[in-house]
């Protein structure tokens, strides 16, 4: 995807804006160095305090439910979203809850990997040898008993869509932990989990409820013809429910709460989400540094609320903070939308971290 969108975008830049360098090596140079992306896969748990120091006597279980949806469309891969899971399992665990995970089949769910969105966090989930073992042997969900967790959160990825609606156990572990006053989160996809989930009193879970998920304009943006491989969008299906549908900006960070019900929308919600299922099982949520990924997301939501020069200011107090990549990635995305303007911008913003670095 990050291939396709750089190629679309470099076009865009060379054909209608005609910058000076507004060319392939000068969105190549923005990016980190190779030596960068060796160095950041090699990273253990071990080098990570968050994740190995202080953490909190035993809180309860937590269950992450992924899907077991390998293809869509007959011939396109999907499965869960890699980031999606690792993230929160870390906040989970480092604030002294236990993850399991689940999976309507049981077994070695599919799972996607974008490369671009990979950070230490992610690459320590993928190179530790008990977690990988795990997840090649996940709970089926007709085992589970909702009884035993405190929370549970559903991790998104587009093969959510086919298997979480209308499986009677994510029902019935999405009602079981509601009704009993526990909490339900779910992020970008995930929340197809609740769209047909029934409560004992006949009203549907997501009657009246503020909520968030991937929305339609994130995702006919990246598969125009979603209409026609996905049983439905998931904006328009949460709002038929009867929920209260709450967008952000495209691809930053959104995160709603109602009551027990905590939703996200996109993979950069899954930090913020996860603090909050946390702190809503009563626990201030533990210390931790932000990431670089994190901080991006700051400083373009920054940009989208206040403007440039006020970004630009942000990113000079902390330079070394940010994670320019994902700047990179929505200049691009500006472009390929035709605005740009902010694409200019992006790149001038992506160009100071470099020149400050």
Known sequence: ?????????ITLIILVVGLGYGTKSYVKSLLPDKAHFVAIK???????????????????????????????????????????LARAYWVFTANGFAVDIASPKG?????????????????AFLNDEGIQQRLANTIALAEVNPSDYEAVYFVGGKGTMFDFPDNPHVQNIAKTLYQNNKVVSAVCHGPSALVNVQ?????????????SGFTNDEELFLIPEAKQIFPFLLEDKLIAQGAEFKAGTTYLE??????????????????????????????QPKSRVWTPEEHAIELLMTYDSQGFDVAKAELKQKPQAYQRILIVMHSVLAF??????KGIDLLSLANELKQLN
């Open 1 to 9: 995807m990050l291939k396709k969108i750089v190629i679309t975008a």
């Open 42 to 84: 090699q990273t253990q748990v071990s080098d990570l305090p968050y994740i190995t120091e202080n953490i909190p006597v035993y809180r309860g279980r937590i269950l992450a439910v992924v899907t077991s949806v390998d293809k869509m469309a007959e011939d396109k891969d999907t499965g869960y979203e890699h980031t999606e």
């Open 107 to 123: 077994g070695k769910p599919p799972v996607v990997i974008d490369a671009e969105d990979m950070g230490a966090y992610d690459y």
């Open 199 to 211: 409560l004992d009193n006949g009203k549907m879970l997501l009657a009246n409820k503020k909520v």
């Open 254 to 283: 959104k995160v709603t709460q109602d009551g027990k019900l905590i939703t996200g929308q996109n993979p950069w919600s899954v930090w913020a989400l996860a603090e909050k299922v946390v702190a809503e099982l009563g626990y």
């Open 336 to 341: 390929m939308q035709f605005d740009i303007s």
